[in-house]
């Protein structure tokens, strides 16, 4: 049967190519100051062992550093992650806010424009693909409003997504990418 993923994770990659563009058309607008390079990237293998993000991690740090145990802490400011974004019930859940003392004012100034009811999670370690850059030590956020009974079910549907929260949703973490990607200090670790 087909499974058609639209909460888990077409809700998040869309949030993310939004994000993308919303950035992008800032730049060539010139309203867009960037002190360090926003990167966007989506994997696969999650499920199975954080595969896809493992891999680009490995193979950024050969890359750049010709070591695959690298810390790459200092080449990354920060890992946003949004990991089904599209059934938002009572609240949106942003995890790993424990990972940077930065977090809980960044998240209060941003909320301010997009006033989501939002509960924190301090625990950075999660079955999610951000959980990969924060052992390597950056900082990270995770956007997820929760877990519902067709995760990895046929029924998983696009509608079912509640599409204004979603968008909601991306817009309150590009306002966290363009702070991230415009301020003089990254988070820290």
């Not at 029924?155 to 509640?162: H, L, R």
Request: negative net charge.
């Amino acid at each position: 049967r087909i499974h058609h993923g639209a909460d888990d994770n077409a809700s998040g990659t869309a949030g993310v190519l939004e994000i993308a563009q919303w950035l992008a058309d800032l730049k060539e607008q010139g309203k867009l100051d960037l002190k360090r390079d926003i990167l966007f990237a989506a994997w696969s293998g999650e499920e199975l062992g954080l595969l896809g993000s493992n891999h680009f991690v490995e193979e950024f740090a050969k890359m750049i550093k010709n070591d695959p145990n690298a810390k790459l802490g200092g080449m990354f400011a920060a890992c946003l992650n949004m990991d089904m974004i599209g059934r938002f019930n009572k609240n949106l859940v942003l995890q790993g806010v424990g990972s940077s003392s930065w977090w809980p004012k960044e998240i209060e100034k941003r909320n301010a424009v997009t006033s989501l009811p939002i509960s924190t999670q301090n625990d950075a370690h999660l079955a999610t693909d951000s959980t990969t850059f924060y052992l390597r030590g950056i900082p990270t956020l995770n956007a997820f409003t929760g877990a519902h009974e067709d995760y990895h079910m046929p029924s998983d549907t696009a509608d079912k997504v509640n599409h204004d929260k979603a968008a909601q949703i991306a817009k309150f973490m590009a306002l966290v990418a363009r702070s991230i990607a415009t301020s003089a200090e990254a988070p820290d670790y």
